[in-house]
């Protein structure tokens, strides 16, 4: 089916991020459409749509936040039943995609259960989807349908442009980010360094950390995709404070924060926490992080959607 035979844009929010979909609907100046979601005694889900999408360009707004496996199963229910009603074509946006970490296998025996969730996701009908910056970026192999992977970077970039941080290192807490964390750095005109982790001997509990690069008497802008835990990010500020960074900033894209995360990056010596809405905060969470700036991902998700729906290039919005 061509674009022009597409009807109206219709926006769902789904359970994980109602927030973060309101944020859209308003960029897009459309409301969401009405559907009804309803959690049985026996936790099954049932959906039931308030107007038909028969032709309709159809969006579900839905990240996969606690509860994960919920939502993952609202979001899968959610697609079949907008397929049953004849929906033109259905884009899933997954601003944070669950399992982005559980893409290979490390040892035998084991799941590839991100495949296995790009599998279920073209089961259920979906025709495209849109996520932002994948744990694993060979992630995107997994899916047959087409879909476009967006990141936060250029938002967060900005965000730090307005500071006068020209004295600054751009720092990954492991070297397994290092490829994103030079794209931070030359985007902000800025060194990079890194934090090398090390087993000693054959004790996989015991870690060596080094860092290659120099911080001392400067500020650092500590750069990830994701913070769950925060063991990560407290290891790095820890490291770089050793040896003698200044003002200590950390940013990431989806803040997972299971605990203790909020409890580690409260007790850090940072100056600000950078993250975005791509998953809601708890406000138990927000209160005791005073020193955390969320950026909305909103405006580019929204604009996303009307380039779809439009037939307009996306990467144009990055100059690619």
């Known amino acids: ?14 359970s994980g991020c109602p927030e973060l979909a309101q944020r859209i609907a308003d960029y897009l100046h459309l ?15 049932w959906i039931t749509l308030n107007g038909s999408v028969r032709g ?25 039943c907008l397929k049953r009603d004849s929906a033109g074509r259905i884009t899933v946006i997954t601003p944070y995609l669950a399992y982005s970490q559980s893409d290979q296998k490390t040892q035998p025996r084991v799941p590839i259960t991100a495949r296995l969730l790009a599998d279920m996701i073209e089961v259920a009908g979906a025709d495209r989807y849109a996520t932002l910056d994948l744990h694993a970026g060979q992630i995107q192999g997994f899916y047959k349908i087409p879909g476009d992977i967006l990141t936060a970077r250029y938002i ?11 004295n600054a290192v751009v720092v990954t807490p492991d070297l397994g ?65 050793e040896h003698g960074a200044r003002d200590v900033y950390i940013t990431f894209v989806h803040p997972v924060l299971s605990d203790p995360a909020t409890d580690r990056l409260a007790e850090l010596p940072i100056k600000e926490i950078v993250t975005t809405d791509t998953l809601p905060i708890a406000p138990e969470k927000l209160r ?29 919005l990055f100059d690619e």
Request: aromatic share 6%.
């Open 1 to 14: 089916m061509t674009v022009a035979a597409f009807k109206d844009i219709k926006l769902f929010a789904g």
């Open 31 to 45: 409301p969401l459409s009405n559907w009804e979601i309803v959690d049985f005694p026996n936790q099954n889900i």
């Open 56 to 80: 309709q360009d159809v969006y579900v707004i839905h990240s996969h936040a606690r509860p994960v496996h919920r939502n993952i199963m609202e979001m899968l229910i959610a697609i079949d």
């Open 156 to 166: 967060q970039v900005a965000y730090f442009r307005q500071k006068d941080l020209s």
């Open 177 to 241: 980010f290092a490829k994103n964390g030079r794209k931070y750095a030359d985007d902000l005109g800025l060194p990079l360094a890194f934090v090398e982790k090390r087993r000693l001997g054959n004790d996989l509990r015991r870690e060596a950390l080094t860092l290659i690069g120099d911080v001392a008497g400067k500020d650092v802008i500590i750069v990830d995709d994701l913070v769950d835990t925060a063991g990560s990010i407290a290891q790095a500020v820890r490291v770089v404070k």
């Open 288 to 316: 005791r992080l005073p020193n955390i700036t969320i950026l909305s991902v909103a405006e580019l998700l929204g604009e996303v959607i009307l380039r779809c729906h439009e037939g307009r290039s996306v990467g144009e």
